[in-house]
């Protein structure tokens, strides 16, 4: 192995080749009640590449709405996932854009276990707010 490979390389898990469809919303007051579409990439133990129209910015919190058989394969990946309303909720690590209107993101699952949990249950109140206004 090429030292070249070891400096570039930053991923701690391999990543298998995943694409289906999903529907996400970005945790923020302005969005929550707009579900958009997109599509996995790639999936791994820590989170999944997806390909989305939507612009989101690094460190935006998103719940992710798979099929049951993705959401199930995600919780076999990550015993720990935090699920929510049958959706995943993760963070945005990464975001570049490819053709044009399209951008490639990276999410990093957040877990049972976060330590530090501030930022997101103010947006996961996002989530009840617009429920209840849905379906009361």
């Known amino acids: ?4 490979f070891v400096e570039n390389e930053r991923r701690y898990f391999t990543r298998l080749e995943y ?13 929550i009640s707009k ?4 599509y996995s990439v790639n999936i ?3 989170g999944i590449s997806c390909s989305i129209r939507e612009k989101v910015s690094p460190n935006d919190i998103l719940w992710l709405c798979f099929d ?5 394969f995600c919780r076999d990946l990550e015993k720990r ?3 929510y309303q049958n959706g995943i909720i993760g963070n945005v690590t990464r975001v570049e854009p490819e053709e044009p209107g399209t951008y490639s993101i990276g999410i990093r699952f957040i877990t049972l276990e976060e330590k530090n949990t501030d ?3 103010p ?3 996002f989530f009840e707010k617009s429920f209840k206004e849905k379906y009361e």
């Open 1 to 4: 192995m090429s030292d070249d």
């Open 19 to 31: 694409s289906v469809p999903l529907g996400f919303k970005i945790c923020n007051k302005e969005t």
């Open 35 to 38: 579900l958009c579409a997109g």
């Open 44 to 46: 791994s133990q820590s």
């Open 68 to 72: 049951r058989a993705t959401l199930d």
């Open 81 to 83: 996932v935090l699920i």
């Open 119 to 121: 930022n997101i249950h």
């Open 123 to 125: 947006q996961a109140y």
